[in-house]
């Protein structure tokens, strides 16, 4: 068994699962948006990580067919918040499909994943009709 | 969360869609709608009015170009009014500045259309 010792910056971890629909979107906002008033974000900051949590949400909606949940799991810390979006076709595998670095962007895969890119520090993400969704991203806080 | 939808014609032969609230991947098929109504009216130069707007994602967007589009094939233009910072920062990052006029006042957003 692994153990891994917190981080000393590490602050809390906070997990939720909304129902994969349009009309949950906004609940996965506002409760990121709080969790990011934990920490010393500006308001532009919460506004940034608000509208890609919430465009991270609408992805998983949008390419996953017959999907049920969407996983979003905040880490904070002292200094950033980090948050995975997963739809639950990942759920049990432990996150081991290789993600694409968000430089590897490519036109087509919408404004979406594009804003979240501006909006954030760093974006990893998978996209993919079968295996399914999952985006992670770091917003640093001041950066 | 909401979203109200207001349309109203102007003296000057234009239409107004007035909006107000947040446009998300829940609301925006209702702004879709009001758009595409007037359309396929036959009302092809319109301003859209966002200074009530708090919040705007990637598929609110999609319907102004959406809407931008299908109004263009037959001459005309969507002119938008926008005044808050946070939601003219999504239009810069996406170049979308570039696309569609935008004003801070209807009054400059309507005679531009003329």
């Known amino acids: 068994m692994n153990v891994t010792e917190p981080s000393t910056d590490h602050l809390g971890t906070v997990e939720l699962r909304i129902p994969s629909k349009p009309e949950w979107v906004a609940v996965a906002r506002l409760a990121v948006a709080a969790i990011a008033n934990r920490l010393p974000f500006s308001v532009e900051e919460i506004e940034d990580l608000k ?66 890119q501006a909006l954030m520090d760093n974006l990893e993400y998978n996209v993919d009709p079968h295996l399914g969704t999952e985006l992670v991203m770091t917003k640093r806080v001041g950066a | 969360m909401d979203i109200k939808v207001h349309v109203r014609e102007s003296d000057d032969d234009a239409y107004v869609v007035e909006l107000g609230g947040e446009i998300d991947v829940y609301t925006s098929p209702k702004v879709k ?25 990637s598929t609110g967007l999609g319907v102004l170009i959406g809407g931008l589009k299908r109004v263009r094939e037959h001459g005309g233009t969507v002119n938008l009014v926008c005044t808050n910072p946070q939601i003219k920062k999504i239009f810069d990052i996406t170049g979308l500045v570039k696309i569609f006029g935008i004003y801070d006042d209807e009054a400059g957003a309507k005679k531009a259309l003329a």
């Not at chain 1, 997963?86 to 430089?103: A, E, H, I, L, T």
């Not at chain 2, 595409?36 to 319109?46: F, M, R």
């Open chain 1, 51 to 116: 509208l890609a949590i919430a465009e991270a949400c609408t992805i998983c909606i949008q390419q996953g067919t017959g999907i049920q949940t969407i996983d979003i799991t905040c880490t904070a810390t002292l200094s950033a918040l980090r948050v995975e979006v997963r739809d639950d076709r990942y759920r049990g595998r432990d996150g081991n499909v290789p993600k694409r670095p968000s430089m590897m962007a490519v036109e087509g895969e919408g404004l979406g994943i594009f804003l979240i």
């Open chain 2, 33 to 57: 709608d009001a758009i595409t109504e007037l359309i396929d009216q036959g009302h092809y130069n319109l301003v859209i009015n966002l200074e009530k707007v708090r919040y705007i994602d």
